[in-house]
C-alpha cells in the first residue's frame, strides 16, 4: 500500500526564518511525487512535479528536491502570504490512476 | 484556459437524505475525473476516479457512487447520507502526458450531515 508521511504536522516560523517540510514516501514504482498548497475553505494549488531522484524544481521562495525515498519543500526567506497547508502526494506506476495524500504541514508565518 | 467547476460550496443535509454533487470541467476534451474526500485530521482520500463517459473505478467501498454522463461532467451521488459522510468533497481532473500540470483542483463542497 503506498504511503505519504509528512513532517512536521505544523510549523510557525518568523517572516525571512528559512525551512524545510519533509515528505517521506513508500510508493510500489513512482511515477511522480506533487506539491500542493492549500488554503483554508479551498482546494489544493498545484506547486511542483518531481519524476526522479536528484530533480529539483524552484518557484519563486519555494524549491522541491527529491530523493528515492523522501522529498523536501525548502521555504526561503518567507512571507505572511506563504501561511497555507503544504502537501505532497505520490502517483505510482500500474496502480489506480489517482494521487496519494499525506496529511500536510500546516505552516505560519508571523510578521 | 481550462476551467473546472464544482457545486455548491456548502450543503447541510439531514442524516438519510440524498446527495448530488456536480462538477463539471471546461477548455480540455477527454480528461480523467476525480472525486476526493478531505476530513477533518485526514488526507485527501481518493473516492472514484474515471478515464471516460460511462467509465467509474471505485477506490473505497463506502454509502457513495459516482456517474460520468458527460465526457466532462462527473456527478458524486448518495442515495440516503450518514453522518461519516460529512466532509470536503473535492472534483479534480487532468490529462495523461500532461503530468507537469499536476491534478488541477475544484474549489471543493463542504458538507456537513446532521
Known amino acids: 500500500e503506498d504511503q505519504v508521511t509528512q513532517s512536521p504536522e505544523a510549523l510557525r516560523l518568523q517572516e525571512g526564518e528559512s525551512s524545510s517540510l519533509n515528505c517521506s514516501y513508500t510508493?510500489?514504482?513512482?511515477?511522480?511525487l506533487f506539491w500542493y498548497r492549500q488554503d483554508p475553505g479551498k482546494g489544493p494549488e498545484f506547486l511542483f512535479t518531481?519524476?526522479?531522484a536528484g530533480e529539483e524544481k524552484e518557484k519563486e521562495r519555494l524549491k522541491a528536491t527529491l530523493t528515492k525515498k523522501e522529498s523536501f519543500l525548502h521555504i526561503t526567506a518567507p512571507k505572511p502570504e506563504d501561511s497555507a497547508t503544504y502537501l505532497c502526494?505520490?502517483?505510482?506506476?500500474?496502480?489506480?490512476?489517482?494521487?496519494?495524500f499525506g496529511k500536510g504541514t500546516h505552516l505560519i508565518i508571523q510578521p | 484556459s481550462q476551467t473546472i467547476h464544482q457545486w455548491p460550496a456548502t450543503l447541510v443535509q439531514p442524516v438519510g437524505s440524498p446527495l448530488s454533487l456536480e462538477c463539471t470541467v471546461e477548455?480540455?476534451?477527454?480528461?480523467?475525473l476525480y472525486w476526493y474526500r478531505q476530513a477533518a485530521g485526514r488526507g485527501l482520500q481518493l473516492l472514484f476516479y474515471?478515464?471516460?463517459?460511462?467509465?467509474i473505478s471505485s477506490e473505497v467501498p463506502q454509502n457513495l457512487s459516482a456517474s460520468r454522463p458527460q465526457d466532462r461532467q462527473f456527478i458524486l451521488s448518495s442515495k440516503k447520507l450518514l453522518l461519516s459522510d460529512s466532509g470536503f468533497y473535492l472534483c479534480?481532473?487532468?490529462?495523461?502526458?500532461?503530468?507537469?500540470?499536476?491534478?488541477?483542483f475544484g474549489s471543493g463542497t463542504r458538507l456537513t450531515v446532521v
Open positions: 502526494a505520490v502517483q505510482a506506476r500500474g496502480g489506480a490512476d489517482g494521487l496519494t
Open positions: 479534480a481532473w487532468s490529462v495523461t502526458g500532461l503530468a507537469n500540470y499536476g491534478y488541477t
Open positions: 474515471s478515464v471516460g463517459i460511462g467509465q
Open positions: 510508493v510500489s514504482g513512482l511515477r511522480g
Open positions: 477548455g480540455t476534451s477527454n480528461p480523467n
Open positions: 518531481l519524476y526522479s
